[in-house]
């Protein structure tokens, strides 16, 4: 999978989590790609405060990026 194709797969994953997080006053931005091993998202409106989001963040955003691009290694946010 070349580098165009990880980012590409790793939006559509985001887009298909993105509608559970909206429905909460949350959002996810993609921030960087590194390696094509390493995703760095932005959880943003009510995820940030939120005290569930490191487990949002692992078993939402990170099993649906892995589906999609196998292999990712870890899902990072940065504040």
Do not use: H, W
Request: net charge negative; aromatic share 2%; hydrophobic share 40%.
């Amino acid at each position: 999978m070349t580098s165009e194709e990880v980012k590409i797969n790793v939006e559509k994953a985001l887009e298909e989590i993105r509608p559970f997080l909206q429905s909460d006053g949350g959002d996810i931005s993609l921030i960087s790609i590194d390696d094509d091993k390493s995703v760095k998202v932005k959880l943003e409106g009510a995820c940030v405060g939120c005290s569930v989001n490191q487990m949002t963040l692992k078993s939402g955003v990170e099993m649906t990026i892995k589906k999609y691009v196998p292999q990712i290694e870890e899902v990072i946010n940065v504040a």
